[in-house]
């Protein structure tokens, strides 16, 4: 899963895109980096700003919605603001059912976009155009998507085909929408995220398989 801690909440000092018009009057004139930056953190406030949101409404067809605790992410104008060109790959270390309550949790401090089970559900919690807390890094939670998948690292059998299948439809359609390559660069596990602590996906993940569906769902949707 995710970053345990909340360092992320609040704590974001880059000036986006859209912080700059709000911010631009004080800024032509000299405004200090603090009220600068405090633009940066606050300008979906302002009124007129924020993308139109609707409750419910999901990034990817069939999957379901189940909001996660807005203590678990930040409220952000992606890819305007901060652009995507990745996607990471979690495992829960646990059931579906767990980490969907985690990310309903406001004390757990992170949360992935979405989680995909065995049965190959596919379940999001946060909206692509927001910033999850899920790499541990803040600079690579602002640039990708998280999905998490149900099961243990060391137990190969709870990567199912039909996870496996869901997972690359769900990826294939992030790459689409942002024109994401779709390589290991771009598609990384959460143990390949600098600083991180974590080792999953894991040995048993099949990377080679996964990306040749990947590859296949994006060739389909072209």
């Known amino acids: 899963m995710g970053e345990t801690g909340s360092t992320?909440?609040?704590?974001?000092?880059?000036?986006?895109?859209?912080?700059?018009?709000?911010?631009?009057?004080?800024?032509?004139?000299?405004?200090?980096?603090?009220?600068?930056?405090?633009?940066?953190?606050?300008?979906?406030?302002?009124?007129?700003?924020?993308?139109?949101?609707?409750?419910?409404?999901?990034d990817s067809a069939g999957a379901q919605w189940v909001a996660a605790s807005d203590a678990n992410w930040r409220r952000a104008d992606r890819p305007a603001d901060y652009p995507i060109d990745m996607v990471v790959i979690h495992v829960t270390q646990g059931s579906f059912a767990s980490a969907v309550k985690a990310f309903e949790d406001p004390g757990h401090g992170a949360a992935a976009h979405y989680i995909v089970g065995k049965d190959g559900h596919v379940t999001q919690m946060i909206r692509e155009l927001d910033v999850a807390y899920h790499a541990g890094n803040r600079a690579y939670n602002e640039r990708s998507v998280g999905i998490e998948h149900e099961g243990f690292v060391d137990r190969p059998q709870d990567f199912t085909d039909r996870m496996y299948a869901a997972s690359a439809r769900l990826t294939a359609g992030i790459c689409a929408r942002y024109d994401i390559p779709v390589d290991r660069e771009h598609i990384i596990g959460h143990v390949e995220v600098p600083g991180t602590?974590?080792?999953?996906?894991?040995?048993?993940?099949?990377?080679g398989r996964y990306m040749k569906l990947v590859r296949q769902a994006r060739t389909a949707l072209a």
């Open 8 to 58: 992320e909440k609040d704590a974001d000092r880059r000036i986006g895109r859209r912080a700059l018009l709000i911010g631009g009057t004080a800024a032509a004139v000299g405004t200090a980096v603090l009220a600068r930056d405090e633009l940066a953190r606050l300008w979906w406030r302002a009124p007129g700003v924020e993308k139109p949101r609707e409750e419910g409404v999901v």
């Open 197 to 207: 602590d974590h080792t999953d996906p894991g040995k048993h993940w099949d990377w």
